[in-house]
């Protein structure tokens, strides 16, 4: 089975210049649950100032309905995230490492190196709290400051997020550069540094090869992949980002090639129907502008 960690309450919504009332984002979780989501990623508990749209995360986490089986995760970035995070009762956090330090300054205010520690702390902390946690390291594939991303400088930030001990380690296309051989070559030498550590993967789908990862990461075993209904998303430190792979496109290549997610595709079409007059603007779904096949 592919699990698909829907993450358009967060990812989807960071950087939309539409900002959704809190009421709304309620609608856009429901949604996703109806369709089958178990793992949904619902705000960023960091300074509104830098992230408005996200700045109802207290109230949201105070407000969203609970489900069995459904696992909520809140973005953090320092302890006092951590605190908010803990406080709104999420079941898992998402810590994020940027593998350059150009890239981590511009997002989060640190180096790298700084980064790592920090994600070491939160991990620490949430484990002592009974949260799951995930570091996903950003720009695991090319940096929009930097340029190309060795495989090198890879390695060494993985080594460290690994010696961190989150219960799961995430590369991220945050930019959307990676090609199918980019994520044969990175997936194995995370899988050859985490061992049994599980593997999950964020696709950018900016130069519309978000599709093609998602086989190619498949293929290299990774069983968990990111993706946010209508295709919305973006990040607001990196120039020209564009949104996730959008999960209606993942569940009918998925569905084709005979993998479940435990996905409705009709529903999720829906969603991203209903998220695009939310927004106010055309998304990038494939399957919102084609439609399923056989329809």
Request: proline share 4%; charged share 20%; glycine share 8%.
């Amino acid at each position: 089975m592919i699990e698909i960690v829907e993450v358009s309450p967060r990812d989807g919504l960071q950087n939309e210049s539409a900002i959704l009332s809190t009421a709304a984002k309620i609608e856009l979780i429901e949604r996703a649950v109806r369709a089958g989501a178990r793992r949904v990623e619902v705000t960023s508990f960091v300074n509104p100032r830098k992230v408005p749209q996200l700045a109802d995360a207290d109230e949201l986490m105070a407000a969203v309905p609970r489900y069995d089986g459904v696992r909520y995760a809140g973005l953090v970035m320092n302890q006092r995230g951590l605190d908010r995070a803990l406080a709104g009762r999420v079941d898992e956090i998402d810590i994020v490492v940027v593998a350059t330090d150009t890239f981590c300054g511009r997002n989060q205010g640190m180096t790298t190196a700084e980064a790592c520690d920090t994600a070491a702390s939160l991990v620490q902390a949430a484990r002592a709290a009974g949260v799951f946690s995930t570091v996903t390291i950003g720009a695991s594939f090319g940096c929009p400051f930097e340029g190309e991303v060795l495989l090198d400088r890879l390695g060494e930030v993985l080594q460290r997020v690994v010696d961190a001990g989150p219960d799961e380690l995430a590369l991220a296309d945050t930019i959307g550069v990676a090609v199918p051989s980019d994520i044969t070559e990175r997936v194995a030498l995370a899988a050859k540094l985490a061992g049994d550590l599980p593997l999950r993967l964020h696709l950018h789908d900016t130069r519309n090869t978000g599709v093609a990862n998602a086989v190619a990461a498949v293929q290299a075993g990774v069983t968990t992949l990111d993706a946010s209904i209508g295709g919305a998303g973006g990040c607001p430190f990196a120039p020209a980002a564009t949104g996730n792979v959008a999960t209606e496109d993942l569940v009918y290549l998925f569905n084709r090639m005979g993998r479940t997610t435990g996905l409705d595709l009709t529903q999720t079409i829906a969603a991203a129907a209903w998220l695009q007059q939310q927004l106010d603007k055309p998304l990038p779904s494939a399957l919102l502008r084609a439609g399923d096949f056989p329809s």
